[in-house]
């Protein structure tokens, strides 16, 4: 059989074809991928606790004992019932063989799901898998945003929980690229949020993995919106509880040079919100219309002043180590007092 | 903190082990973790491996061990499975806080970290636990796996004995591979703030009966950065030092602070343009042992202190001192934010100057002199307008508005400058304009002073002596070869560009004498950033050509004629204009130029690569020209 289609790929997970004995299932997001193997193990052998029902591979182990595969497809259970044979691929272990003898002649009670990082086309596996009438092949590809707001909809709801479209935008950006690993920041999340009945954007921050980004952007901004006193607080905040300060000011200098990237194209004729709204990478929605105020306050020849001086005080903390909290600190201090003369006049 | 884990015994324990947390209710700062958790537990949801991240002490190995004591927590005939409040001491509690139960398994993946350690784990983990409800397995640092041990892992990890929890804690959670990293509830522990431990050393404080003044504490929590053990442990040292209460001072010297008090009276006379006052101070300082290079730090952060009160006068560090707060907002009051941030350029690029030179003291004392002056010098806004005025500029920059022109002059000021005290604004001009190194390009040739003997201020007065005594090679090299980093009468000190002929040194100090009847002392740096003249001519005049480029009006004439280039701009006198530029555009510029003089970033004061003109405010569009 050929790839499934990513529309088929659940329905076919979930009531698979009796006739498709071999599974490969690969991709770059190894937790789909597992997921998915898992996924299909289950339908096949139904949700027995039976630890013989299951049977796991690490393919080195298959290559030290070539007839090992096929022995255990053809084994009959003592007991009966169907088994499903996780083999995990890893490393340069070659398995075809092992599987084309399998299909051609196709256990009874036995199901084999093989599971492989990301493949190429030319493959041996996947051509086997592809082409071969009682194999199928998955692909597993890094959730899309669409694919990571139903995953986001489906623990939510099985956790009872509702949750707002800021928080929900704060949870994409911090979340994706492992299925399994999104899904276990989910289930957190919702253990964090439970009996409130809405999940907040300050949930997300509290709970969710590196979301200390968000505190460092809030220094930034309160800069470069000319509040020095808010910028000096949050900064000295964060810097006291352990931040390094060139964390931030890197921080400050990506926002400048998107600042210039965007300043420039406005004065092409852009309009601020649909730069804001395009910009790679996205700018977190609560910070939107600051960012969009100060666009509207910080001409080029401002904010290339600016960057020349917070890239000087990387260079000035970096040499000047034992001041560098006191360096940066400056820089932001001028960044804030530039935007505060600018918005004054 | 129940304390049902004491034993009271006579020796004593350093507090970071006595009062370690030993329940839930006893971690501070990690909230997020403790409600999940505590929610995760209630609901009979609880994670079979668990990763915790963090940096070095903020608690891993301890929470670690509380969610094993957590998770085997029984009291036999009251509780019989895990929960989070823990109110007393349990069956199993006391070894795993001890590190020695039998069903606890503690192993540090940094000296295990092969596939055979793991191996052993993996055989283990099929057996039930001996006495306890799971067998927790509590792995540190475990980045440190090999690749073997991580996929052996994987496999237990992937259909866990149902019996068996693991509790990871690491370092590097970038290490970790994402098979095993999304099979685990990762929790990062955050560092503590510093408010949170100050609370936490007070409750501490108070039940040892010590008596420990405020400031102390927080010296204590900011040197702690974040980790309650580290505050612990810097508070037992206190308590060791002192007799009695424990003093902020003595915290500051046993923290190897320096005194705070001493570097205020230095920059208030520094600030005061009081030279020998603080020349005075800083041997003084010197004498006792103060390494110069600190002390200009220690002055940069004062500064610092003062630019934050000025400009966000509500968010001041805590662990200030009284002193430090009410004279550095007398400080903030009277100095003008252009001021200050002179100051603090100054300040840096001496530190540097300072450690890298053959006599710190010497260096630093160059350095208190510059500013001292500088600060002295009225800001460019002030000198503009007493130009323009033709009235005399007072001295002391501290009473300079926020705003007003600042263009053309800036360099002007920036630049210390002995000489402005005396003569008409065109004479100050040029003869301030070298500064003690290769400053602002000069737009016109400089007049030779007209004093009685040769006397040389800048390094221009000396390009120019060479040109005027027809050393025409010596001049050359002057503006082709030679770094200049600092200049004064009878001493400089410059480096030389790789193409410099040996010997030039002492040609060079050797027409100096001749030309002036006094000996020179040229002295040789290895390296340095400067720009010979010619370069700094070479840049100035590129960045006027880009600048003049970049003016719309330019740019819109440029259009209209195809083919035309800009070869030339060139400046008039103390009113900029550039000769492709129509003139109703300065006008519009002098107005909005002061919307960014209040808080920009100071340019350099003249002794660093030098600013590529001090003309710039006035040909940016932006400034120039409103688009919209």
Same mark, same amino acid.
């Given at each position: 059989m050929v790839q499934v289609k990513p529309a088929d790929i659940d329905r076919f997970l979930r009531s698979p074809d009796p006739g498709i004995r071999v599974v490969l299932v690969f991709g770059a997001d190894d937790g789909l991928v597992s997921e998915r193997s898992e996924v299909f193990a289950r339908a096949v052998v139904g949700n027995s606790d039976d630890p013989l029902s299951r049977l796991r591979f690490d393919a080195?182990?298959?290559?030290?004992?070539?007839?090992?595969?096929?022995?255990?497809?053809?084994?009959?259970?003592?007991?009966?019932?169907?088994?499903?044979?996780?083999?995990?691929?890893? &490393?340069?272990?070659?398995?075809?063989?092992?599987?084309?003898?399998?299909?051609?002649?196709?256990?009874?009670?036995?199901?084999?799901?093989?599971?492989?990082?990301?493949?190429?086309?030319?493959?041996?596996?996947?051509?086997?898998?592809?082409?071969?009438?009682?194999?199928?092949?998955?692909?597993?590809?890094?959730?899309?945003?669409?694919? =990571?707001?139903?995953?986001?909809?489906?623990e939510m709801k099985a956790a009872g929980l509702k949750i707002g479209s800021e928080a929900r935008t704060a949870l994409r950006a911090l979340i994706g690229g492992d299925r399994l690993a999104s899904r276990g920041e989910l289930q957190k999340l919702a253990l964090y949020a439970e009996g409130s009945r809405e999940v907040s954007t300050d949930d997300v921050r509290a709970v969710i993995g590196d979301a200390s980004a968000m505190d460092v952007d809030e220094v930034v901004d309160a800069a470069t919106g000319g509040d020095a006193t808010a910028a000096a607080r949050t900064y000295r905040r964060l810097v006291s509880a352990g931040t390094p300060p060139f964390v931030i000011l890197g921080a400050a200098i990506r926002h400048f040079g998107f600042l210039h990237r965007a300043r420039a194209a406005m004065e092409r004729g852009d309009s601020a919100d649909s730069i804001v709204a395009r910009a790679t990478p996205p700018v977190f929605f609560q910070r939107r219309t600051a960012v969009i105020r100060q666009l509207d306050g910080w001409r080029l020849p401002m904010i290339e002043r600016a960057m020349a001086g917070l890239d000087r005080a990387m260079v000035d903390s970096r040499l000047r180590n034992a001041i560098d909290e006191e360096v940066v600190g400056q820089a932001l201090l001028m960044v804030a007092a530039m935007a505060a003369a600018r918005r004054a006049a | 903190m129940d304390g049902s884990l004491e034993k009271t015994t006579g020796a004593y324990r350093v =507090?970071?082990?006595?009062?370690?947390?030993?329940?839930?209710?006893?971690?501070?700062?990690?909230?997020? @973790?403790?409600?999940?958790?505590?929610?995760?537990?209630r609901t009979g949801r609880i994670a079979q491996a668990y990763m915790l991240t963090g940096v070095r002490g903020v608690g891993k190995t301890t929470t670690a061990r509380i969610l094993a004591r957590a998770l085997n927590y029984s009291i036999p005939g009251k509780v019989d499975q895990p929960t989070i409040d823990m109110t007393e001491l349990g069956e199993h509690c006391q070894a795993i806080m001890e590190g020695r139960h039998i069903d606890v398994i503690e192993m540090d993946a940094a000296s295990h970290t092969g596939i055979d350690d793991i191996r052993e784990?993996?055989?283990?983990?099929?057996?039930?636990?001996?006495?306890?409800?799971?067998?927790?397995?509590?792995?540190?640092?475990?980045?440190?796996?090999?690749?073997?041990?991580?996929?052996?892992?994987?496999?237990?990890?992937?259909?866990?004995?149902?019996?068996?929890?693991?509790?990871?804690?690491?370092?590097?959670?970038?290490k970790v591979p994402i098979t095993v990293l999304s099979r685990c509830q990762r929790f990062d522990l955050r560092r503590i703030e510093s408010g949170r431990l100050v609370d936490l050393m007070c409750g501490i404080a108070a039940k040892e009966s010590i008596e420990i003044e405020d400031a102390a504490l927080l010296m204590v929590a900011r040197a702690a950065e974040g980790s309650a053990r580290d505050s612990l442990s810097i508070l037992d040292q206190a308590i060791a030092h002192s007799s009695g209460k424990v003093e902020a001072e003595a915290v500051r010297s046993m923290l190897g602070l320096a005194d705070r008090a001493l570097v205020i009276d230095l920059f208030e006379e520094v600030m005061r343009g009081d030279v020998a006052g603080a020349l005075a101070r800083l041997k003084a300082l010197f004498d006792v042992g103060a390494d110069p290079a600190v002390v200009l730090e220690d002055l940069a952060a004062f500064t610092h202190v003062v630019t934050t009160l000025k400009l966000a006068p509500g968010a001041t560090d805590d662990a200030l001192t009284e002193e430090e707060r009410r004279r550095g907002a007398e400080f903030a009051g009277k100095l003008s934010v252009r001021v200050l941030a002179r100051a603090w350029q100054m300040l840096l690029k001496g530190i540097e100057e300072t450690r890298e030179a053959p006599r710190p003291l010497a260096a630093a004392d160059m350095v208190l002199v510059r500013i001292a002056h500088a600060a002295d010098l009225p800001t460019p806004d002030?000198?503009?307008?007493?130009?323009?005025?033709?009235?005399?500029?007072?001295?002391?920059?501290?009473?300079?508005?926020? &705003?007003?022109?600042?263009?053309?002059?800036?360099?002007?000021?920036?630049?210390?400058?002995?000489?402005?005290?005396?003569?008409?604004?065109?004479?100050?001009?040029?003869?301030?304009?070298? &500064?003690?190194?290769?400053?602002?390009?000069?737009?016109?040739?400089?007049?030779?002073?007209?004093?009685?003997?040769?006397?040389?201020?800048?390094?221009?007065?000396?390009?120019?002596?060479?040109?005027?005594?027809?050393?025409?090679?010596?001049?050359?090299?002057?503006?082709? =070869?030679i770094r200049p980093i600092r200049f004064e009468d009878g001493k400089i000190e410059v480096a030389f560009t790789p193409e410099a002929p040996p010997g030039l040194a002492g040609e060079l100090s050797g027409k100096l004498e001749a030309w002036t009847g006094r000996r020179w002392m040229v002295a040789?740096?290895?390296?340095?950033?400067?720009?010979?003249?010619?370069?700094?001519?070479?840049?100035?005049?590129?960045?006027?050509?880009?600048?003049?480029?970049?003016?719309?009006?330019?740019?819109?004439? @440029?259009?209209?004629?195809?083919?035309?280039?800009?070869?030339?701009?060139?400046?008039?006198?103390?009113?900029?204009?550039?000769?492709?530029?129509?003139t109703a555009a300065s006008g519009n510029a002098a107005a909005s130029d002061d919307v960014e003089s209040a808080g920009d970033f100071p340019d350099d004061p003249g002794y660093d690569a030098p600013p590529p003109i001090e003309l710039d405010d006035n040909f940016e569009p932006d400034d120039g020209y409103d688009p919209t």
């Open positions: 080195s182990a298959l290559a030290e004992d070539p007839a090992r595969l096929a022995d255990e497809a053809h084994a009959v259970p003592l007991f009966g019932g169907r088994r499903a044979i996780l083999v995990r691929i890893s &490393g340069n272990v070659r398995i075809e063989a092992m599987l084309q003898a399998i299909l051609d002649d196709p256990p009874v009670d036995s199901w084999i799901v093989v599971s492989a990082g990301d493949l190429k086309k030319t493959s041996p596996l996947r051509k086997l898998a592809e082409s071969h009438r009682l194999a199928a092949a998955i692909a597993c590809y890094a959730d899309a945003a669409r694919d =990571l707001d139903r995953l986001i909809d489906d | =507090l970071a082990r006595k009062y370690r947390p030993q329940s839930f209710a006893d971690l501070i700062g990690q909230e997020p @973790m403790v409600r999940t958790l505590t929610n995760a537990f784990i993996i055989e283990a983990s099929r057996y039930k636990p001996a006495t306890a409800r799971y067998k927790v397995y509590i792995i540190d640092e475990v980045h440190m796996l090999s690749k073997a041990a991580f996929n052996g892992l994987l496999k237990t990890l992937e259909e866990p004995p149902e019996h068996v929890k693991f509790i990871f804690a690491t370092t590097e959670i970038r002030e000198a503009l307008r007493a130009l323009k005025e033709g009235g005399t500029i007072s001295a002391g920059g501290s009473r300079a508005p926020a &705003g007003g022109p600042s263009g053309a002059a800036r360099a002007v000021a920036d630049t210390p400058a002995p000489a402005l005290s005396g003569g008409d604004g065109r004479a100050r001009l040029a003869a301030v304009g070298g &500064g003690m190194r290769a400053a602002a390009p000069q737009p016109r040739p400089v007049p030779a002073p007209a004093a009685p003997a040769v006397q040389l201020k800048t390094y221009e007065d000396l390009v120019a002596l060479a040109g005027k005594e027809r050393e025409l090679k010596l001049k050359h090299a002057l503006e082709h =070869l040789v740096a290895r390296e340095a950033a400067q720009p010979t003249i010619a370069e700094t001519k070479k840049a100035a005049r590129q960045q006027l050509l880009a600048d003049a480029a970049d003016d719309p009006l330019v740019a819109a004439v @440029m259009a209209r004629f195809p083919g035309a280039s800009v070869v030339d701009v060139r400046l008039r006198g103390a009113e900029p204009e550039v000769s492709t530029e129509p």
